[in-house]
């Protein structure tokens, strides 16, 4: 095809002026297409990001799968983690298309990940420590990045957009399983209710940080500017934690839940909801490992690694004799 | 002998003593299994097994939900408590089935041992497809219906546990000899598996199930070719070491596995959660 050898012949920065014109006419961008180099980095490592941060988020929720109050809601839970494991393999196989080029694999991702290169969602690092918890982290947890990921459904990159329209499919399932748990435990006993209540106080900061700060200058780490150019995603930060507000206090409320932040309330005249912001520097301690329960989950992902290392060794050299 | 309702059963009380047996040990088994299963989670030697084995658990537990629902029907009590309230005196799983995964716990230092899960779940599928063949012409109707839904999941169990056990029983140094010491070690207490218990006669006797001693040869013929082509002896005798669980017999490790599983439920069994 001419139109390939002749683009080969062009200079870095005619490829990219191209490159800029397809995604900004709504092309999408394949794994073998030329793409510049910022780009394929910021997509390593936020769908890097993303998978780990689904595999990391599979063990707060793993807690109680052994520990569901019913089968029913042993069956919904354990399905509803086998989910999440599975989006994270999804969203590997779209990172290692992006890596190969580069030389690398899946293992370098599990070693950034223990060398703590590769940083996983805030909300994973926090403890689970009720039923309602897992819940809650169905309902509220998956309904935000329902939110996150509805914003990048339409990614310049094809492969993220197809993995991500999967996904979200399934986070809404897993929003109704974490509502109908809310439900009855909203429409419960006293100690229910209570254990509720309490649940969402604890997740409502870490709801909050969900979302990433409004700007760079909060934590100097904010990815969103890159992001946008590039037509990864379309709403900023604030945007979205706007919406989820939107979606989300008329429900809390509804159920008979107080909001944990007294000064909540929707500004009619500036169209936006006033909140207290969460604690910026804490997120930042969060997100380098140094959140509650930080630890004790890469332990158990590191532990497994390399106890079970023998297996995948058996695996390899059997494949090699083939 | 067909019966083909619940309500039959009232005038036949020594069939349904023992269908009722019958029933808790199909149900407990499927459901420590499932349980142990579960605290593999996120713990599987690759991401891609992680989903497998998490679907094969969800349906053996769907499994277990599907007998303790006949049990629910003939007025035993709701399957529900059935699962989570009884304690391990009155289970009736082999005692293979509830034994831990290995040291640690499922939240702190788990150090599971991925040949024993192979070689575990791999026996146990071959004998519940077995058991769930010879329940498809079981004379109690539900349990039969129920037997031939379990089936069609089966087969694919089956082949997964397969696949692990020829592979990594035929790969050299570390794995077969993690593999040999596991099938050992599940031949100790494999007896238990295979045992209908005490009222196993009156279960044969009644057409609710074929013996016990017709269902251990079909499980020997089909595991003989495996055995061959992994290259290791399969013994003729089974033991049952830690005691028949069929009997009500178990070990601290049912009583701790009871205690986790039913820990949400215990805070107040009378609600709806
Ligand atoms: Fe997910
Ligand atoms: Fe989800």
Redesign the pocket.
């Known amino acids: 095809m001419p139109v390939v050898t002749s683009f080969r012949r062009l200079s870095e920065e005619e490829k990219y002026e191209r490159f800029m014109q397809r995604i900004e006419a709504g092309e999408k961008i394949e794994a073998d297409d030329w793409m510049p180099e910022d780009y394929r980095m910021t997509l390593i490592k936020l769908i890097a990001m993303h998978a780990i941060s689904e595999i990391m988020g599979a063990l707060p929720e793993k807690e109680w799968v052994p520990k569901a109050p019913s089968l029913r809601r042993k069956l919904g839970i354990m399905a ?1 983690v086998q ?2 494991m599975g ?1 994270g393999q999804l969203l590997l196989r779209v990172a290692e298309d992006l890596m190969a080029p580069l030389g690398k694999t899946r293992e370098e991702i599990m070693q950034d990940l223990f060398k703590g290169d590769l940083k996983f969602h805030n909300v994973f690092h926090m403890p689970a420590p009720t039923w309602a918890d897992a819940g809650l982290i169905g309902w509220l947890v ?1 309904g935000a ?1 329902i939110i996150t990921q509805t914003n990048m459904l339409d990614a310049s990159y094809g492969p993220y957009a197809r993995a991500l329209k999967r996904i979200c499919a ?2 809404v399932f ?1 929003a109704q399983h974490g509502e109908s748990i809310i439900l009855a435990l909203a429409e419960g006993t006293k100690e229910q209710k209570e254990m509720l209540q309490d649940a969402l106080n604890r997740w409502w900061e870490a709801l909050l940080m969900f979302f990433g700060p409004a700007s760079s200058e909060t934590t100097g780490a904010s990815k969103q500017d890159i992001t946008i150019k590039y037509r990864i995603r379309t709403k900023t930060n604030e945007q979205l934690r706007q919406d989820f507000f939107t979606k989300y206090v008329p429900r809390i409320l509804a159920l008979g839940l107080k909001l944990p932040d007294e000064t909540m309330h929707f500004d009619e005249k500036q169209g936006k909801w006033i909140y207290k912001q969460p604690d910026w520097n804490k997120f930042k301690e969060i997100i380098r490992n140094n959140g509650p329960k930080s630890k004790e989950r890469l332990r158990l992902r590191e532990l497994s690694y390399y106890h079970n290392a023998w297996v995948r060794e058996a695996l390899s050299g059997q494949s090699a004799a083939v | 002998m067909k019966i083909t309702k619940p309500e039959e059963l009232h005038q036949h009380p020594e069939y349904k003593e023992a269908l009722v047996e019958l029933l808790f040990q199909l149900a407990d088994d499927d459901f420590i299994l499932s349980y142990r299963g579960s605290e593999w989670l996120g713990l599987a030697p690759h991401i891609e097994e992680d989903i497998a084995f998490s679907s094969i658990n969800q349906d053996t537990m769907g499994h277990a939900a599907m007998y303790y629902q006949l049990l629910e029907d003939i007025g035993i009590g709701k399957a529900d408590d059935l699962a989570h309230q009884r304690p391990s005196s009155e289970r009736r799983n082999a005692v293979l089935l509830e034994e831990v995964n290995g040291p640690g716990h499922y939240l702190h230092e788990p150090r599971y041992d991925w040949a024993f899960a192979v070689v575990r779940h791999y026996f146990y599928t071959q004998a519940k497809k077995v058991r769930i063949d010879s329940l498809k012409h079981s004379s109690y109707e539900p349990l039969a219906q129920v037997a031939v839904k379990i089936n069609m999941e089966l087969y694919y169990h089956l082949m997964h546990w397969r696949t692990w056990f020829i592979q990594l029983t035929n790969a050299q140094g570390e794995a077969r000899e993690r593999m040999k010491n596991a099938v050992a070690k599940v031949f100790e207490d494999f007896g238990g598996v295979l045992t209908l218990g005490a009222k196993g006669d009156r279960m044969v006797e009644f057409g609710l199930i074929e013996s016990e001693e017709t269902l251990k040869q079909r499980w020997v013929q089909a595991m003989k070719p495996i055995f061959e082509e992994v290259n290791l002896d399969l013994p003729s005798e089974f033991g049952m070491k830690r005691g028949n669980g069929r009997n009500g017999e178990h070990t601290a490790d049912l009583d701790e596995a009871i205690m986790t599983l039913s820990e949400v439920y215990r805070l107040d069994p009378l609600t709806a959660w």
């Open positions: 509803k989910d999440e989006h998956d990045a399934e986070e897993h």
